[in-house]
């Protein structure tokens, strides 16, 4: 059963948003690791980075295709999650926990208002 919190905002692009102050951790989505199967590489964003939203910020490879991972908010890389360098299928086993990808600081607040809530998500994603 895939499941999407509440506690966080979605892209159509399938990714998710959890944001904590100035600070909003994002990923993708329990649908999108599921439709990519078996990740086997994760190339991630530089830390200082700024990004608009909807810019490219890395790729995810899987055992059945390579796909860009955009940025749901425009901001400043301020973290990427190093272990996904060695264990990039903990994207697969947590995508919404363990498996996050980078941390931006946000820059444009009121973009986040404009993003999917978990209910209008899961009707995007069946």
């Known amino acids: 059963m895939t499941m999407f919190p509440s506690d966080r905002r979605y892209t159509k692009e399938h990714e998710w948003v959890l944001t904590a102050g100035t600070t909003a951790t994002m990923g993708i989505t329990d649908f ?16 200082g980075r ?4 909807g810019e490219v910020l890395g790729t995810i490879e ?20 190093g272990l996904l360098g ?21 820059t444009v607040p009121a973009e986040l208002d404009a993003l999917l809530d ?3 998500y899961a009707a995007l994603a069946g």
């Not at 700024?50 to 939203?53: F, L, R």
């Not at 055992?63 to 425009?74: G, L, M, Q, R």
């Not at 995508?95 to 946000?106: F, M, R, S």
């Open 32 to 47: 999108a690791q599921k439709e990519l199967g078996d990740i086997v590489y994760v190339e991630l964003p530089a830390v």
């Open 62 to 81: 899987s055992v059945k295709a390579v796909s860009e991972i955009y940025a749901p908010i425009s901001g400043t890389v301020a973290e990427v999650n």
């Open 86 to 106: 060695d264990k990039p299928e903990t994207i697969n086993a947590d995508p919404h926990g363990a498996g996050w990808i980078c941390k931006l600081t946000v």
């Open 118 to 120: 978990s209910g209008r």
């Open 50 to 53: 700024t990004v608009a939203q």
